[in-house]
């Protein structure tokens, strides 16, 4: 079976953490690909759950074993999809999805054209304002920050497959849900499995075919 590649992105604030976690919940054939990053933990998060917390030397490292699909350095911290997930998820006959900025997107983009592209928009600018300030973890400056880095990335919009405006959090999982499915009922991607299928009925007729000429 031929293992899927999904890459979401989106603007810091546009859900898509909170999105990608119902999606992920409900579709067991998904292998989420946890980052690797030199940033401090926010709130409540956790190593190993929500990321892999790295100091900077070991994130250097680990690019210099060549362990990352790809990786970039995003307002000062160092971020990176490792290989053990595409790995597990080959094993597992499974999908992957990797929840990866802009820059990630387009390297892995060239590492695999086959690669399905999703991105997440907010629904305006003063939408994303919101619910970053509403997050309570950064300072009116970072914030700031944030919304000239989204202006940047949402320009980009076009360079993916499919974009989702997540108005509604119910709407935006089923509509990433319908994608996940889609992209695996393409028939190049089930080409294994229909190939038994036709050999079956091909071996029937033949019995058929014998069975009238005796």
Partial sequence: ???????????SGSGKSTLLARVLAADPKLVFSISYTTRPPRGRERHGRDYFFLSREE????IRRGEFLEWAEVFGNYYGTHRRFLDQARAEGK???????VQGARQLREKFPEAVSIFILPPSRAELEKRLRARGED???????RLRGAAQ???RYREYNYVI???DLDE???????????ERLKRAKIENEIRPILAGFEQAREGEQDHGAA
């Fill in 1 to 11: 079976m031929t293992t899927n590649v999904f890459i979401v992105s989106a603007p």
């Fill in 59 to 62: 994130f250097e490292e680990a």
């Fill in 95 to 101: 999908d992957l999805v990797l929840d990866i900025d």
């Fill in 139 to 145: 300072s009116d400056e970072v914030i700031q920050r």
């Fill in 153 to 155: 990335e949402i320009r």
């Fill in 165 to 167: 405006v997540n108005r």
């Fill in 172 to 182: 935006a999982a089923d509509y990433l849900a319908a994608i996940f499915k889609a």
